[in-house]
C-alpha cells in the first residue's frame, strides 16, 4: 500500500495526521504541548482577583499568573476544567485544602480557589495524579 493510499484512507474515517499524532502521545506530552503553546500568548503577570464566569471560567488568555498556564494547559491539551474540578473537590473537604490556613478563607471561592498553586497541588494529590 502507498503512503497516498493510506492517508486517503485515514482520511475517509476521519482521521488526519494530526489527531493520529496526538492520540499517541501521553498525557504528560499533550499538557506539555498546550502548555508550550501560551508562549507569546501570555505575556503579562497580573496577579488581581477577577470574578470569573463558571465553569471553564478564565483570565484574558494574554495574562495571567503562572497557575492560570497549568490551568489552560489542563483545558486545552486534557479537556479538563480544574476550576471546576478544584471547586468540587473543595465543596466536598474544604479542610483538605490550605486555604482557611494560608489565606483566611472561610468557604470556596470558583473565582479564585483553582488559581492557587497550594490548592492546585492538593488537588492533585487528592486527585491520586501528584508525582
Not at 1 to 14: I, N, S, T, V
Not at 15 to 34: D, F, I
Not at 73 to 94: I, N, T, W
Not at 99 to 119: E, F, M, P, Y
Request: aromatic share 8%; net charge positive.
Amino acid at each position: 500500500m502507498q503512503r497516498r493510499d493510506f492517508l486517503g484512507g485515514l482520511a475517509a474515517f476521519g482521521v488526519t495526521a494530526g489527531r493520529l499524532a496526538a492520540a499517541a502521545l501521553s498525557n504528560g506530552e499533550k499538557l506539555a504541548a498546550a502548555a508550550r503553546a501560551q508562549l507569546g500568548v501570555t505575556t503579562g503577570y497580573d496577579p488581581t482577583y477577577t470574578r470569573l464566569s463558571y465553569p471553564n471560567g478564565d483570565v484574558p488568555r494574554s495574562t495571567g499568573v503562572c497557575a492560570d498556564v497549568v490551568i489552560r494547559a489542563a483545558r486545552d491539551g486534557l479537556e479538563l476544567d480544574l476550576q471546576k474540578l478544584v471547586h468540587e473537590d473543595m465543596v466536598k473537604d474544604f479542610d483538605a485544602y490550605p486555604a482557611r490556613q494560608a489565606w483566611g478563607s472561610k468557604r470556596t471561592d470558583a473565582n479564585i480557589d483553582h488559581r492557587r498553586v497550594l490548592n492546585l497541588e492538593t488537588y492533585w494529590t487528592r486527585a491520586g495524579a501528584r508525582l
